[in-house]
């Protein structure tokens, strides 16, 4: 059983930065893949960004040059760094682990 906590959302402008953590409740280096999605209200959870246990990373179009997802096994923490925030970024923001863990959101607001 994997427990995921995230932290990090909050309230900021357009054009404003977030760092989303998520917090592991076991050795991730064990867990292949991790990652970020969101979901906006009346929309489906759609993916943000995934990392894989080698490195590997993969953003969601919307995001690319303004997301960087990373690891930190030695804290068992995945983050999000959120630059150039856009109001059409607004959701609640779930951590995802391998396979199919989620943990509760954080919610993210931007406004215009």
């Known amino acids: 059983q994997v427990q995921l906590v995230e932290s990090g959302g909050g309230l900021v402008q357009a054009g404003g930065s977030l760092r989303l953590s998520c917090a592991a409740s076991v050795n991730i280096f064990s867990i292949s893949v991790m990652g970020w999605y969101r979901q906006a209200p009346g929309k489906q959870r759609e993916l943000v960004a995934i990392i894989t246990r080698g490195g590997s990373r993969n953003y969601a179009d919307a995001v690319k040059g303004r997301v960087t997802i990373s690891r930190d096994n030695t804290k068992n923490t995945v983050y999000l760094q959120m630059n150039s925030l856009k109001p059409e970024d607004t959701a609640v923001y779930y951590c995802?682990?391998?396979?199919?863990?989620w943990g509760q959101g954080t919610q993210v607001t931007v406004s215009s």
């Open positions: 995802y682990a391998a396979s199919d863990y």
